[in-house]
């Protein structure tokens, strides 16, 4: 099973700033990607999918890079209740397969 | 809004019992997962299954574990003789047919004493 690598952080950000996430994969073959934030002893849940063309949600925008093999993303206008650990995911390329999870980021959003 | 749910929330045994952790996908999933998070560590899969049967499994998922779908709503995942390395929070994970998102239930913190 491949890899994905992430910074664990933790990031201190103020509320209200902009904080940028990053993440690469080694499986050439992972076809679909996403992050997931967890909070303590939670389980995970989707934040979004990651297309190829980018995509939005709101305050969160993620981006792909097929060729580097990379994944970013970003969060506008933080909030306190953004706190939590960032979770980078692709699967292994064969479909409905098992996820490969990242160590994630973990965010703290301070005063 | 549908959700995945597990139980128990908290199961404590003795090494070498087997348990049997309980799931309930979303009702219109196919496909389901069983993962593991060792505390302080990343999410890990273990196993997944779709129509009846396993389709793929992780080296970690060896014989002393199994999982079944008994009936039309659970999915259950049995460690037969479990170790003391087996405690961790285990998730069950549900997708739909015209997805790649998995939707992961609360999960099941198995220690074993």
């Known amino acids: 099973r491949k890899e994905v690598e992430q910074d664990p952080g933790p990031f201190n950000v103020p509320e209200g700033a902009t904080v940028a996430f990053n993440c690469t994969y080694s499986n050439s073959a992972s076809q679909s990607f996403f992050w997931y934030r967890q909070d303590c002893r939670k389980e995970p849940k989707l934040l979004m999918s990651?297309?190829?063309s980018g995509n939005e949600d709101g305050r969160f925008t993620a981006q792909l890079n097929r060729a580097s093999q990379y994944i970013s993303l970003l969060i506008r206008d933080s909030k306190l209740s953004d706190s939590a650990t960032y979770l980078c995911?692709?699967?292994?390329?064969?479909?409905?397969?098992?996820?490969?999870f990242g160590k994630g980021t973990h965010l703290i959003i301070q005063p | 809004e549908p959700e995945v749910t597990q139980t128990p929330s908290h199961q404590v045994t003795q090494m070498g019992q087997e348990v049997i952790l309980r799931c309930v996908p979303i009702?219109?999933?196919?496909?389901f997962y069983w993962y593991r998070q060792i505390l302080g560590q990343k999410v890990e899969f273990l196993v997944s299954f779709y129509n009846n049967e396993i389709s793929e499994k992780s080296e970690i998922f060896d014989d002393q574990f199994s999982v079944e779908r008994p009936d039309g709503s659970n999915f259950t995942l049995k460690i037969r003789s479990t170790k003391l390395e087996d405690s961790a929070m285990y998730f069950c994970a549900s997708q739909g047919q015209d997805t790649y998102e998995q939707y992961f239930g609360p999960g099941t913190r198995l220690t074993v004493t």
């Open positions: 009702s219109n999933h196919l496909y």
């Open positions: 995911v692709v699967d292994s390329g064969g479909g409905a397969d098992g996820l490969t």
């Open positions: 990651v297309y190829s």
